[in-house]
């Protein structure tokens, strides 16, 4: 198995390297130590196992799976983590394997003979929906989001959705228009939308949401249509059926 250890904490990585190093199957790949780097790192080694911890600055755990499941490149994972009781009691309902820092070797042994078992191609199919499952519902608790997780050739920026000005939907991508720079995001607009402040972000059209704190102004056009200007000069079009929705916020 090759497998690649992520975990903020050095001393946790090292505790994980010395007890897989006591497993003849298993070859380390590589350690990452923080989420950006970990999302990097399955592009580069093709990892079949990762031992990913939950809580991690900037990105967690649980947001670099949800990126490697929309890249389709999911490898079996087990998470890590010092404590996390809603972690622990999704796992369990989707019967998904996690560990608990300090790592007990007997426990670890335990988890890594299911990942053995998880590589299995008659098993794979049903990781795969459990993992589907479970980040899924991790995604309705934590609707909102502090950023957007963008993949720009090598490299993944974590956008601030605070500083995104306004989102237009592109076929099968969103870009999103920032002050300095527009990022192209491989989503539904509808999916982003579910992770954004609804206090904030407002949707205008089918294909636009804008952010209310970057509106300069509102101007009317012909035949009673609507357009939002935002402070960066971004023309922002109006949907009929949107119209009510933004009257009500200007007042």
Not at 109 to 116: I, P, T, V, Y
Request: proline share 5%; glycine share 6%; hydrophobic share 45%.
């Amino acid at each position: 198995m090759r497998v690649l250890v992520v975990d903020d904490e050095p001393l946790v990585r090292e505790r994980l390297r010395a007890l897989l190093a006591a497993h003849a199957d298993v070859e380390v790949v590589g350690e990452r130590g923080d989420g950006p780097a970990a999302l990097q790192a399955c592009r580069e080694v093709a990892p079949d196992v990762v031992f990913l911890d939950i809580q991690m600055p900037g990105l967690s755990g649980l947001e670099v799976a949800e990126t490697w499941r929309s890249e389709g490149a999911l490898p079996v994972i087990v998470f890590v983590t010092a404590f996390d009781r809603y972690a622990v009691e999704a796992f369990r309902l989707h019967a998904l394997d996690y560990l608990t820092k300090p790592i007990e070797p007997g426990r670890f042994a335990e988890s890594l003979d299911r990942a053995r078992e998880y590589l299995e191609p008659r098993n794979r199919a049903a990781l795969d929906e459990r993992i589907r499952a479970m980040l899924e519902a991790h995604e309705r608790r934590q609707a909102v989001r502090p950023h957007v997780v963008v993949r720009e050739r090598e490299r993944y920026l974590l956008v601030p959705t605070a500083g995104i000005h306004a989102l237009e939907a592109e076929g099968n991508y969103v870009s999103l228009h920032c002050e300095r720079a527009t990022h192209l995001l491989r989503d539904s607009l509808a999916s982003v939308e579910a992770k954004l402040d609804p206090r904030r972000f407002l949707r205008t059209h089918r294909s636009w949401i804008v952010n209310l704190d970057f509106v300069k102004e509102a101007r009317t056009r012909a035949h009673g249509s609507w357009v939002v200007v935002t402070r960066g000069g971004l023309s922002v079009p109006v949907g009929a059926q949107y119209r009510e929705s933004l009257l009500k916020v200007l007042g």
